[in-house]
T-cell receptor, first 118, second 111 residues
């Protein structure tokens, strides 16, 4: 049973560029959430996708956008990269249990994508 | 706005000791609380999930308790081992299944 998989594991970009990160949820899960973890900090919630729609969003600018596909996999896109976007980006999957407000089961995280912006 | 605090920020103990990690949160209106383990540069591994209606959960040498009214949770690790060395993160689940994390406790278990 494959867990949450993310790609790429590491990438380096320069300021102003755009990046796309990908996530495949754990088998049987239908909800994907994205988190940003700066060095030495706890993860911060970016947004959550269910049924191919953004359901909730954290305090992140519109430069951060996402998508969920019919097979439940998801992408995180960041435009106009800033130095401060350097972080570990974590994808979490869960099973939607109801809502609104959305209630899901236990969250399972992937290994993350380490983004460095130069 | 939910805020989560973890104390201590770092902890070093000799192998075999029992230890307690603390987590406090400001808003008691939570759905659940999860404890995670994170090894350096890696993702998060879920250790225990406590629903808001529960008082504690146990898994092997780990026991987590939850006191919603006081906004506190503790993670108890029995008979610590060097392989337990990692950062332990507490996360509170609010509406929309959004987790709010603390900054973690970095644990080192020495031989």
């Amino acid at each position: 049973d494959a867990g949450v998989t993310q790609s790429p594991t590491h990438l380096i970009k320069t300021r102003g560029q755009q990046v796309t990160l990908r996530c495949s949820p754990k088998s049987g899960h239908d909800t994907v959430s994205w988190y940003q973890q700066a060095l030495g900090q706890g993860p911060q919630f970016i947004f959550q996708y269910y049924e191919e729609e953004e359901r909730q969003r954290g305090n992140f600018p519109d430069r951060f956008s996402g998508h969920q596909f019919p097979n439940y996999s998801s992408e995180l896109n960041v435009n106009a990269l800033l130095l401060g976007d350097s972080a570990l980006y974590l994808c979490a999957s869960s099973l939607w249990l109801g809502g609104p407000p959305s209630i899901t089961g236990e969250l399972f995280f992937g290994e993350g994508s380490r983004l460095t912006v130069l | 706005k939910q805020e989560v605090t973890q104390i201590p920020a770092a902890l070093s103990v000799p192998e075999g000791e029992n230890l307690v990690l603390n987590c406090s949160f400001t808003d008691s209106a939570i759905y659940n609380l999860q404890w995670f383990r994170q090894d350096p540069g890696k993702g998060l591994t879920s250790l225990l999930l406590i629903q808001s209606s529960q008082r504690e959960q146990t898994s092997g040498r780990l026991n987590a308790s939850l006191d919603k009214s006081s906004g506190r949770s503790t993670l108890y690790i029995a008979a610590s081992q060097p392989g337990d060395s990692a950062t332990y993160l507490c996360a509170v689940g609010g509406t929309a299944s959004k987790l709010t994390f603390g900054t973690g406790t970095r644990l080192q278990v020495t031989l």
